[in-house]
């Protein structure tokens, strides 16, 4: 076929009053934007808590044998096939292979519930952040109406004093936490009622993310020069003050203190591998979005490679700041550092408050920390919206690409995640949150995925053939180890893991003491399973499509669309590459 004629298709695709798709205006909005994507609290939290529970240094073994073998092969098959294909995370499979195409469905359902719950996580951290502007931390003291009797502050607890808090007694900021925040009710069956504080730190939290994302690309790159590169000044100065605290050299000691013995538990070994599907945001279509508005002969292996080492460094550099700290605040209260060290929003919110009243100028540190937070999870979140609107633009780009579609349709999936939120903010929030943040973004999900997606694109596409549309943008082939991780390693370890997770499954507990009453496991599993059922329901649809034998519609559904990356590259001026073969296949074979 010739040029004119893909010319002539893509004018009758776009018409004169649909948008263009659009482009990264510079390299820097590309980095920055998936630095903010792939970069968030777990880099904060997760990672230095996984390190000291797992054996200290020692959990770097696991860690970094994941990171190589699915890591870094799955972060760059992403990027890659979105840019190659132009497309979002759900039309990017319709071109490799359609019988998969619910891989990219799945993948938006589980962004959408996502964002319904990783959002008030934000609107705990506002109200964290507008109560530091007080003449007194209201946590930092049992003077507020929400304390009890048994309250009290730790602060006066020194290390003078043989330092034992009663059995009946609870801390102030675990009262402000507990009563003042949560208003947390006695199990998700008593829903209570929507704190009105709350529910507006979430509409401000939507808000932002709207108008960062609702004109598209060209917001999201520039929302990402701020919202990516604050966290790391305040990561910085966080960092400097925690070394020199007196009993930062414990809290680092206990961070890093290697403890080999731990690497017979096979524990350690899916902690490290949930830490990295986790962290990299892979098999959730961030990375193949954000890919799809490079240029086409953008370097994204090299991208790749020093995007994986940023967010890497950036978690362990977290845990030197993170655990600085809890060592000068075990030191302060005469304590062992493993009653302060507290995975999730017990770091972030009971551990780390209590850590700024020991600190000069409390008020301050407890500003710069929230604003930390809030940005670290304010970027994640808008970047999943445009991975939602990219996918679905690229769906149906006729109708939503039309002047104004876009912002309306924002707007409703926005108003729809702000009402279902307003569950999270009730009394019985937190146990709501807690089902979508276990089923949602399960082990099991992801490494289903991720075995889908290394089958796909290594054994149907084809690894080698893959390769060599790397080589057509950016001048050379990957590294042989690459191709032989999506080949044979990532579905080997993926598949290894998940049948051990299945083993080794245990129902989910709140503090682990409360039980989900058995409608609650449904609905887990309905978030679990709901996303999963999208790739045999667009299988059943594709093979029903087509006509002849199963075999040959099977065959006929695994054949790639060929025609998307000869028009990118007659749109930027490189009409002379190789064109497109008569079967349908990608021409750089």
């Not at 792939?38 to 797992?54: A, D, Q």
């Not at 290390?159 to 936490?177: C, D, G, H, K, R």
């Not at 924002?410 to 937190?430: D, E, H, K, N, W």
């Amino acid at each position: 076929m010739s040029g004119s004629l893909y010319r002539q298709d893509h004018t009758q695709m776009q018409p004169p009053q649909v948008q263009e798709r659009g482009q990264w205006a510079t390299k820097a909005e590309f980095i920055l934007t998936v630095a903010g994507a792939i970069i968030g609290l777990g880099n904060v939290w997760r990672f230095p808590y996984l390190c000291y529970k797992n054996g200290g240094g020692a959990f770097f073994i696991p860690y970094l044998l994941f990171l190589g073998t699915c890591g870094i092969p799955l972060f760059i098959l992403e990027t890659a096939l979105g840019q190659y294909t132009s497309q979002g995370g759900i039309t990017c499979w319709r071109k490799v292979c359609p019988l998969f195409e619910g891989m990219g469905y799945a993948s938006q359902i589980i962004i959408f519930y996502g964002s319904i719950s990783y959002i008030v996580i934000l609107a705990w951290a506002f109200l964290y952040l507008f109560s530091s502007f007080s003449g007194e931390l209201p946590w930092a003291n049992c003077n507020n109406k929400w304390n009890t009797d048994a309250c009290v502050v730790i602060n006066n607890y020194t290390t003078t004093v043989n330092w034992t808090l009663p059995s009946n007694t609870t801390s102030s900021v675990i009262e402000f936490w507990q009563r003042r925040v949560l208003h947390i009710s006695k199990g998700i069956e008593s829903l209570g009622d929507v704190q009105w504080d709350l529910s507006l730190c979430l509409l401000l939290s939507w808000s932002i993310c709207y108008f960062c994302v609702w004109k598209g690309v060209r917001s999201t790159g520039k929302a990402a020069y701020f919202t990516a590169t604050f966290p790391y000044v305040m990561l910085v100065v966080l960092l400097i003050r925690g070394v020199t605290l007196p009993g930062a050299i414990d809290g680092i000691h206990y961070y890093m203190y290697p403890n080999a013995s731990r690497l017979a538990d096979p524990q350690v070994w899916m902690d490290a591998g949930t830490q990295i599907f986790y962290s990299y945001a892979v098999c959730l279509g961030y990375l193949t979005t954000l890919g799809s508005y490079n240029k086409y002969n953008n370097n994204c292996y090299r991208d790749s490679f020093l995007l994986c080492l940023l967010n890497s460094g950036t978690s362990f550099a977290s845990g030197f700041a993170i655990f600085s700290i809890l060592g000068y605040m075990a030191q302060k209260q005469g304590v062992d550092i493993s009653t302060v060290a507290e995975s999730g929003p017990g770091l972030v919110f009971i551990v780390y408050p209590q850590a700024v009243t020991l600190l000069p100028l409390p008020q301050l540190w407890a500003v710069c920390f929230f604003a930390m937070i809030l940005l670290l999870g304010i970027d994640g979140q808008f970047v999943g919206l445009e991975s939602i609107m990219t996918s679905l633009s690229d769906v149906y780009p006729s109708l939503i690409r039309r002047r104004y579609n876009r912002e309306l349709l924002l707007l409703l999936i926005c108003v729809t995640c702000f009402l279902f939120g307003l569950f999270m903010v009730s009394a019985a929030g937190p146990y709501i949150l807690q089902l979508f943040d276990h089923y949602v973004c399960s082990g099991p999900t992801l490494l289903l995925l991720s075995i889908c997606q290394s089958i796909v694109i290594g054994w149907i596409y084809g690894a080698e053939r893959f390769c060599e549309n790397i080589e057509d943008m950016i001048g050379y082939k990957p590294l042989s180890l690459i191709k032989y991780c999506w080949l044979y390693a990532i579905p080997f370890i993926c598949t290894g893991t998940l049948v051990f997770s299945i083993l080794e499954y245990s129902p989910l507990k709140f503090n682990n003491t409360y039980v989900y009453p058995w409608w609650a496991y449904r609905i887990g599993w309905f978030l679990a399973i709901s996303p999963l059922t999208m790739i045999p329901i667009n299988m059943i649809l594709k093979v029903s499509q087509r006509k002849g034998t199963l075999l040959q519609r099977l065959k006929k559904c695994c054949q790639p669309a060929g025609d998307l990356p000869m028009m990118m590259r007659e749109m930027e001026g490189h009409c002379a590459l190789t064109p497109v073969l008569d079967d349908g296949k990608f021409g750089s074979n």
